[in-house]
Each structure stands twice: as structure tokens, then as C-alpha cells.
């Protein structure tokens, strides 16, 4: 089955704001075994919203798109899709009790403008957006479907889990199962690992497929099984991750999915254990991804920023003469920090990081992207150097990346 996405807004298709959505439905879809035929981002014109989504229609049974359903004069979508779809403006009572509803949650006043919003086409089904104010509306018109979501990327997220995709496997999929197994690689490139690979995916039979889906650091390597048996399918995809897990050996990071703070939270409390972070270069990106996950507090207590030579000196316990000799971006120093994170915090693990994330500040011997990293479990120091390319965000995230591995790592063979 074939699915195209049309993003729709000025504001997308000039760059001032980037488009998530359409990566995340894509990202969900190929999981379902779908294949994703055209993503288009189009302007607020009516032109341009009706044509992109006529070739959209021409090429695919199924179309989500996403903006152009707000208040404002901007948001167009809706007359485009009345005059494809036909039918007229109607108010839609539910959908404004629903926006109502979500007013009142907020503690907002409504205004003419927003209750506009439960006007929709008489040719649409509507699914209630739980999360916003803007209805997702569904057309139909021979054997294909388009839903409309709105732009704001919690909204299309929520809901496309929680209701669209429901729907969309209800009315295309009724009697397909679909598996998915999910193993976490590191150190190795993606193109190495697909040499090593190549006599296993030889081996896959019908129904089942190997995705390799790279991030800065890892590999995901998603095993995909889609058939008509769901206990077959279920029993295929254990027996070949059973055998792709042992292909990989050392390789494998993690048994299933998950970010590396994730991996790194699993480990840690399957062990009974704490952590706690000391950053420099990465400036706190370490303590937020890993507060961004729910419950994290059981095993994680606490960070130090330590930019300064003076924090580093004061709070974590580094040898200003070490400092003074090696540099801030030094062996010596960046396992300092690691020790006296769990010093000051009582963890027993932590994470250390200090470098030169740019775009200044690089020398000939420490230039832009040099970073120390270093791990603390139960007082036992490691440090790693790396090389990192990229701008100043990437350097940070790869450092990130890199430094919650090399835990998990050491976490993983305990």
C-alpha cells in the first residue's frame, strides 16, 4: 500500500519553521509495512494546496495531510478540500464541544475565530482531536482516503497514534499482522554492518525485511514481518532475531528500542543503581535527555554544569594544577569530573563531558569538535577522545550520543 503526505504552510515551505510531521508519519507507516510514495510541502495558496493534493490522490489510496486547519485567514484547507471533496460548511456540534471542552482545560477565553473551527465539510467524517482545537477530517471518494491533521506536531503525533493510524488499518488492512523486531547497534558503520549482514538478509524469506536506520552513534536495525497469520508471523520474526542477535554478538547494544538515555535508565535499573552527570561542552544536553524521560528519577540524581574552570574546581573536585597543565579538554580532567559527579552526588555511575564544541575556540591541537568524554561505574574510570564534525548542535548531540553508549556499554556487561 502506497501513502503520500502533503504538508502544508508558508511558514514550512520558507524554512522559519521545521516540518516534523511529515518525518513522523512516514517514520510510523513504514513500520506498518506501507510504502511512502511522495512527501510535498506546499504554500497557504489555494492553487498550491489543491494540486498538491490531486497528484498526491493520483499516486496513492491513502494521503494525510497536515496544516492549513487553524483560525486565521491563512488557514485554507478546508475551503480546498470542500471544493475536491463537494458538500458544504456545516457547524459540527461535537467538534465544537470539544473545542470548548479544551478551552476550558486551558482556562482561555474562546473567541469568534476559534469556534469557527467546528465548521467543517458536509463530505467529511470528523475524528475528534482530543489534543487541539483543529478537527481531523476524513475524506473518501473512490477507494482512496484523505485525512487532514492539523500542523502543531503534539497534535498530529497524538493523535495519528491514538486514532489515525486505528482507522487506517480498519479500512485498508483488516486482516493483515504485522511484527516488528528492534535491535540497537553500535560501533560499527552502517555500510560495515550491511557486509556483515549481507548472508542473513539473503537468507529472510517472504514476508520479512531488514531496515537499517541510522542516528548519530547507533544503528536501529528493524526487523519487519507482515503476513496474514498473526501467531506465523509473531513465530517468524522471534526465530530470525533470535538469529540476527546472535550474528551480531558483541555488536549489539540493546535487545529492542529505545534512546541511548533509555538504554541507559533500563541498564541502571536492572542493576539497582544511580547516575549522575558532569558537563561542560554538552552544557546540560545529557541531564535533558534524560529527564525528558518519565520516572527517570528512580536512578538518575542529579547533574553539574561545569563551564567554568572554577565550577570544575569547586564542585566536582578537579585539580586546578591538572587544568592548568593538561586543559580543560583533557584526559586528565574530563575523568575528574566523572569521579567527583559521583562524589558530590552519591551516584554510583556518572557521565563526563568536556570539549570544544565551536564554532570558536579550536586550536591545531584541540580543534573544533575535540572531546573528552568519560564513564564512572562504582568508582572505575574510563575515557574515551573523539572527533566529531558537524556545526555546534551536532557536536553536542554526537557527544551526547556517544557518552550514554559507553555507559550502557560497561552498564550492559556487568
Not at 488492512?173 to 547497534?185: E, K, S, W
Not at 538515555?261 to 547516575?275: D, F, K, Q, S
Amino acid at each position: 500500500m502506497k501513502l503520500s503526505i502533503v504538508v502544508i504552510g508558508d511558514e514550512l515551505l520558507l524554512g522559519r519553521v521545521t516540518d516534523t510531521n511529515s518525518g513522523f508519519i512516514a517514520r510510523h507507516f513504514d513500520a506498518l509495512g506501507w510504502e511512502i510514495a511522495s512527501v510535498e510541502t506546499v504554500g497557504d495558496t489555494r492553487e498550491a494546496i489543491s494540486s498538491a493534493i490531486k497528484r498526491a490522490m493520483e499516486c496513492s489510496p491513502l494521503v494525510i495531510t497536515t496544516g492549513g486547519l487553524g483560525p486565521t485567514k491563512d488557514d485554507i484547507t478546508k475551503g480546498v478540500m470542500t471544493e475536491i471533496f463537494g458538500g458544504e460548511p456545516i457547524k459540527n456540534a461535537e467538534v465544537l464541544d470539544n473545542i470548548i471542552n479544551v478551552f476550558n482545560l486551558r482556562g482561555l477565553k474562546m473567541n469568534p475565530l476559534t469556534a469557527d473551527q467546528a465548521i467543517v465539510p458536509s463530505s467529511c467524517r470528523v475524528i475528534q482531536n482530543r489534543l487541539g482545537t483543529a478537527p481531523i477530517m476524513v475524506f473518501e471518494r473512490d477507494g482512496r482516503m484523505l485525512i487532514a491533521m492539523p500542523g502543531v506536531p503534539f497534535e498530529t503525533e497524538g493523535m495519528l497514534v491514538s486514532a489515525v493510524i486505528p482507522e487506517v488499518i480498519t479500512h485498508f488492512q483488516p486482516d493483515t499482522a504485522i511484527a516488528h523486531r528492534t535491535v540497537i547497534v553500535t560501533g560499527i558503520t552502517e555500510s560495515a554492518l550491511a557486509k556483515q549482514l549481507e548472508e542473513f538478509e539473503a537468507s529472510l524469506p517472504a514476508g520479512l525485511h531488514l531496515a537499517y536506520l541510522p542516528t548519530p552513534g547507533f544503528i536501529r536495525l528493524r526487523l519487519d514481518g507482515v503476513g496474514t497469520d498473526s501467531s506465523a508471523i509473531d513465530n517468524l520474526a522471534d526465530s530470525y532475531a533470535a538469529q540476527l542477535k546472535q550474528t551480531l554478538g558483541s555488536l549489539m547494544l540493546y535487545d529492542g528500542d529505545g534512546t541511548p538515555a533509555e538504554i541507559v535508565l533500563t541498564y541502571l535499573r536492572r542493576h539497582g543503581l544511580t547516575m549522575a552527570t558532569a558537563e561542560s561542552c554538552t552544557g546540560g544536553n545529557i541531564a535533558h535527555k534524560i529527564t525528558e524521560i518519565a520516572g527517570c528519577s528512580d536512578s538518575y540524581v542529579g547533574s553539574v554544569v561545569s563551564y567554568s574552570n572554577d565550577v570544575k574546581t569547586g564542585l566536582l573536585g578537579v585539580s586546578r594544577d591538572d587544568l592548568e597543565r593538561y586543559g580543560a579538554v583533557s584526559r586528565e580532567v574530563v575523568e575528574q569530573m566523572a569521579a567527583g559527579a559521583c562524589r558530590a552526588t552519591g551516584a554510583d555511575c556518572s557521565v563526563a563531558t568536556s570539549g570544544i564544541a565551536g564554532p570558536g575556540g579550536g586550536t591545531p591541537d584541540k580543534p573544533v569538535g575535540t572531546v573528552w568524554t568519560s564513564v564512572c561505574v562504582q568508582g572505575r574510570v574510563t575515557s574515551r577522545l573523539l572527533r566529531l564534525p558537524g556545526n555546534r548542535s551536532r557536536v553536542i548531540e554526537r557527544a551526547t550520543n556517544e557518552v550514554l553508549i559507553a555507559l550502557a556499554q560497561v552498564l550492559r556487561t556487568l
